[in-house]
């Protein structure tokens, strides 16, 4: 598959492998406890950003000094990658343990932002409030993601294969949240998310 260049396509995209070979049946079984493990560390870690505390200095950077520091950028990206392979393997989407440094299946690309230049000192203070139609729309589309995993949870039980359909739905809201987060919390663009799953 193609990715358009970063000057056309949207700063932040997700691309996961689809698992062209049978998954493991016996791991995918007893993915609810296999992945707690991983899920707590993913917690514990993502707490700062979830709560707003790894938001506000990004956001008062930018408003003051109109600047985004490239390791604090790094850091929100590869933690952004962690989170992602921890809950693809939730959602059973890859068989593999997921790895708190290696890509393994998960392709997350964020462009770096020019502060000066690319983003607007003053749209940090209301971004979130311009995501809520996101969120609304997200927080309908995750029951789909859930009732999706359930499904696919029985075909890869039975079969060892995750559907086709039903992989590229639970991939393209994962996306799609990826795109909020990196427009609303890491604020890495302003360029208003596109309403899709689709790339």
Known sequence: MTIATASTSYPVRLEIDY??????????????????PIMV????VSWGRSSGLLTLPV???????????RWW?????????????????????????????LEQGVHLTVDYPDAER??????????????????LILAVLMVGVILASI??????????RYPHRLFG?????LRWESRVEGYAFTLVTDRYPPFRLAP
């Open 19 to 36: 698992p062209d070979r049978e998954l493991n049946r016996a791991t995918s079984a007893l993915r609810a406890f296999t992945a707690l």
């Open 41 to 44: 560390v993913v917690c514990l």
């Open 59 to 69: 956001g008062l950077m930018l408003l003051f000094r109109r600047k985004y520091p």
């Open 73 to 101: 950028f790094d850091w929100h990206v590869e933690l952004k990658r962690f989170e992602t392979r921890a809950f693809s393997y939730a959602l059973l989407l890859d068989d593999r343990y997921p790895s708190t440094e």
């Open 118 to 135: 690319d983003l607007n000192r003053w749209l940090p203070l209301v971004k979130w409030f311009l995501a809520i139609p996101h969120y």
């Open 151 to 160: 499904g696919a949870w029985f075909v890869v039980v039975f079969t060892g």
């Open 169 to 173: 739905y639970v991939v393209g809201v």
